[in-house]
């Protein structure tokens, strides 16, 4: 074992040795406050503006699908611009989970939705011209319910973890095969999450209150007990929130149906996101404008997604053909939260899709008629209709 895997595991014995204690400390409570921040300090503001990599030659950048999280659009933009200095032509859009932000002459969210054909929740990209937000009130109603609502998982997710729920928490035990340790520390710092949350109650962003908190918090304490020790506990809190998200209860979502009829009423465009997951909805045949096809996540179903677009087009079987999208989906808060690491979210960056270079993927582009300038002209266009 390494010295800071035992330097975890020795932590570890002196907590088992004096008794479970779950009042927060005052390292625990700088970490909370770190990973709630939401104000950036000068020097945030510039790593933010500094992009990894320079694309002088990408003269084309479609971005519809990204969260700026609570990073200022004023730093993404500065980003943007130095990523893509020969830029020609943008279509640039924000989509905030259930919250509408705005970049430039465009706004945007992502919304979670619930589609009862597939009797799954789904999520939807909607995109509509700033200078239409005054018509998107019952919208902006419909994602402040929605957003609460999605708050209320995390605290799901603390209820089990921290022991509250036993009954959950036990078969998420019995199928990982988790030491006894491991489920100790979790409830040890879910209960102490639990008492800090309680503690600022009021105090926090809406934005905040997302089962993310829960990873950030477990990730604080590595340098205390250890790489090896956090990633056991992070394994097991991954297995308890995916229990917890797969029994949400889905009564409270807005349909799709709804969400789309709402956005379509003010000229918004609807796209499908996140395509291993949500393709199918493609045969409901909801009034949509197009489908992703690729997204870090999700790269299995690229060219047979494109097909099947080209297809549907041939068919006519929509009244406006449907566009290919790619989606980034880049977190702009996690370059702030992980800047050393090399996680995935981390390492994404906005208008940056490295499918629509792949040859074989272009070979299908070009015979479905898609390239990245059609979409960004005949989706535009279809925005300021």
Not at 12 to 25: I, L
Not at 312 to 327: A, E, I, S
Request: hydrophobic share 40%; proline share 4%; charged share 30%.
């Amino acid at each position: 074992m390494d010295q800071a895997g035992e330097a975890g595991e020795a932590c570890v014995a002196a907590d088992r040795a004096d008794g479970p204690d779950e009042t927060p400390t005052e390292e625990d409570e700088r970490a909370f406050l770190a990973i709630t921040e939401t104000t950036l300090t000068d020097a945030e503001r510039n790593f933010i503006a500094t992009p990894a990599r320079v694309l002088s030659r990408q003269e084309r950048v479609l971005a519809v699908h990204w969260h700026p999280e609570f990073v200022p659009m004023e730093c993404v933009a500065r980003r943007i611009e130095a990523t893509f200095p020969g830029r020609v032509q943008e279509l640039v859009i924000p989509t905030q989970h259930n919250e509408i932000t705005t970049y430039g002459d465009y706004a945007g969210v992502e919304v979670d939705c619930y589609s009862s054909g597939f009797n799954q929740k789904v999520q939807l990209l909607i995109h509509f011209r700033a200078d239409r937000l005054d018509r998107a009130g019952v919208l902006a109603s419909m994602l402040a319910h929605t957003a609460r609502y999605r708050s209320t998982q995390l605290f799901d997710f603390l209820d089990v973890l921290s022991g509250r729920d036993e009954a959950r928490l036990s078969r998420v035990a019995a199928e990982t095969g988790a030491a006894e340790e491991t489920i100790r520390f979790a409830r040890i710092h879910a209960k102490k999450l639990m008492a800090m949350l309680d503690e600022h109650a009021g105090a926090l962003p809406q934005s905040t209150l997302k089962n993310k908190l829960v990873r950030g918090f477990l990730d604080a304490q590595r340098p205390r007990y250890g790489d090896r020790m956090v990633a056991r506990v992070q394994a097991f809190a991954q297995a308890v929130k995916l229990r917890v998200k797969a029994q949400f209860p889905m009564r409270y979502f807005y349909r799709a149906s709804e969400v789309i009829e709402e956005a379509r009423g003010f000229g918004a465009g609807v796209v499908i996101p996140h395509p291993e997951q949500f393709w199918p909805i493609l045969l409901a045949d909801y009034d949509v404008d197009g489908c992703e096809v690729w997204n870090p996540q999700s790269q299995r179903y690229t060219e047979f997604l494109i097909d099947t677009l080209a297809r549907k087009n041939r068919k006519g079987w929509t009244d406006r053909r449907l566009l290919v999208f790619m989606g980034d989906d880049t977190h702009m808060g996690e370059k702030l939260r992980n800047p050393d690491k090399t996680s995935d979210k981390v390492l994404r960056e906005i208008g940056v899709q490295p499918a629509w270079e792949d040859i074989a993927v272009r070979k299908r582009l070009l015979a479905s008629g898609m390239d990245r300038a059609r979409v960004i002209n005949e989706y535009a266009a279809r925005l300021g209709a």
